[in-house]
């Protein structure tokens, strides 16, 4: 198969790979993707991107940052905290002039609202390295202030970590992760990625999963929502009047409106939401 990065002058990535000396390291929890018509795929889930810059997070040697840049993006702001990456990113940078910002550092110490302050419309899309992507995740869900910093998501997880995201009500993967994200934004799975298309290849699926925030989701406190899903789904095999015992159980529950001998996973979003605003 011709590698189709080959088309933006650039070496394939493979060779980008191996030239660099870029093994990826379990530690960082890195997996490469390495084919090279999904990496397209994912830049075309954002959207037109003429007109929008783009937060990526954990570029690696820079396989959907080059597809981000192909694909349109007005400007790609990417954060990498593995040194390695840095001279394969440079010559992309150096390939695409004032479109391309790299920034090393670790994406958990962060301000993106302020890396997108003056940068106009910001979309987020990135591979996000396993061991930090569902904490990334939640802060991007959690900021106090709504709307947020950027228009959509789309990112990668695991296909478990993924099918939490967009579960319901009365589905097994209905958790925390699912009322954070329903609460505030339209969920969904575009695709499912298969471990061979990444190197190494992880044990497991990977889902990309697109996310548009609500313009006006249910007021409640997010500090207050997430400690009564905490609690809830702590033990959610458990009755609530039980698993809420901590932050007042039948009392919260009757003040909220809600039956105390229901189950975490039976609840709406708009529920936890009551029992957040209750508390």
């Not at 910001?122 to 990334?136: E, K, Q």
Request: aromatic share 6%.
């Amino acid at each position: 198969m011709t590698d189709r990065f080959a088309i933006d002058g650039l070496p394939p990535l493979r060779d980008v790979i191996d030239a660099h000396g870029l093994a990826a390291r379990k530690a960082l929890g890195q997996n490469f993707l390495l084919d090279l018509n999904l990496t397209s795929k994912i830049a075309r889930q954002a959207g037109d991107l003429s007109n929008t810059s783009v937060i990526e997070v954990g570029p690696g040697p820079g396989g959907l940052t080059r597809a981000l840049l192909m694909e349109g993006a007005r400007h790609v702001i990417a954060i990498e905290r593995d040194a390695r990456c840095l001279p394969a990113l440079a010559e992309i940078e150096a390939h695409y002039p004032g479109r391309l910002t790299v920034i090393e550092g670790d994406a958990l110490t962060q301000d993106f609202a302020a890396l997108a302050a003056d940068d106009g419309p910001t979309a987020i899309v990135a591979n996000l390295p396993y061991n930090v992507g569902t904490a990334l995740l939640t802060t991007w869900l959690g900021g106090v202030q709504w709307p947020p910093f950027y228009v959509s998501m789309t990112l990668m997880f695991q296909r478990e970590v993924a099918e939490r995201i967009v579960a319901g009500p009365g589905e097994a993967a209905y958790g925390r992760l699912g009322v954070l994200a329903g609460w505030r934004t339209d969920a969904a799975i575009c695709f499912d990625v298969p471990p061979q298309a990444f190197r190494p290849p992880p044990k497991v699926t990977s889902s990309v999963v697109h996310l548009t925030p609500k313009s006006a989701p249910i007021a409640c406190d997010v500090a207050k929502l997430e400690t009564v899903t905490r609690h809830a789904f702590g033990q959610r095999r458990k009755m609530l009047r039980q698993s809420l015992k901590p932050v007042g159980g039948a009392d919260l529950l009757d003040r909220a409106g809600i039956e105390a001998t229901r189950r975490a996973e039976t609840l709406s979003i708009a529920e936890f939401c009551a029992l957040a605003n209750a508390l």
